[in-house]
């Protein structure tokens, strides 16, 4: 799926089953919310934290897919087209640090 096709899917669902957006400050609350809660599942799979009792449905796919849905509801609320954002981001990227990583030490074998 393209990135415009996944911001014409959200929009598609929200205007019917979700009825409208929720205004761009909760959204922004919300996609927080989901941040932590990938946060949480990453601190206790791949770091030092232990899962709880509760945590045994977690599923970080899902999670991850969360906070790209509330991201594509706030691209889509405040006008961004995602693919033209990403394009242009890489582009910096590639100008920016063009050798900066390549010669730091801290990521040489």
């Not at 941040?35 to 599942?41: K, M, N």
């Not at 087209?81 to 990403?86: C, E, H, I, K, S």
Request: charge should be negative; hydrophobic fraction near 40%; charged fraction near 30%.
């Amino acid at each position: 799926m393209e990135i415009s096709e996944a911001q014409h899917l959200v929009d598609k669902w929200i205007n019917t089953m979700g009825i409208r957006y929720f205004n761009e400050l909760t959204n922004t609350a919300i996609l927080m919310e989901e941040v932590g809660e990938v946060a949480r599942i990453m601190a206790r799979q791949y770091g030092e934290q232990s899962f709880k009792k509760s945590d045994t449905e977690v599923n970080l796919a899902d999670e991850m897919a969360d906070v790209l849905f509330v991201l594509i509801c706030l691209a889509n609320q405040t006008g961004v087209d995602l693919t033209d954002a990403l394009v242009k981001n890489m582009e910096k990227k590639s100008i920016r640090d063009a050798d900066r990583h390549r010669n730091n030490e801290k990521l040489k074998p």
